[in-house]
């Protein structure tokens, strides 16, 4: 869904879900964010889990020369529209 680089730069962003989470019944939405191969954020969510992570989207700190990747998929159940966020700020290393 959203790939980038970071060059000598960091990031502090936040991250924010959208989508239609109480449409989506027992069917999982599962959501993976890596930095550099390494998963720091995976979880799934679904209309009967608790949602913390959505409640208090979750802030990042995206080192200098960093690959960025955040993957959602539907992991079961009928194909829902998603979003995601990462809103933030670069700063000098």
């Known amino acids: 869904m959203l790939k980038f680089a970071t060059g000598s730069k960091y990031i502090i962003a936040r991250f924010e879900y959208h989508g239609a989470i109480a449409q989506i019944a ?17 979880t799934f969510a679904e209309a009967t889990y608790d949602h913390t992570l959505w409640d208090t989207p979750p802030t990042l700190l995206i080192p200098p020369r960093t690959e960025f990747s955040l993957a959602m998929s539907q992991a079961s159940g009928a194909d829902r529209n998603m979003q995601a966020t990462l809103t933030g700020r670069v ?3």
């Open 91 to 93: 700063y000098d290393a």
């Open 26 to 42: 027992n069917n999982q939405v599962a959501l993976e964010v890596t930095l550099n191969g390494v998963s720091v954020i995976h």
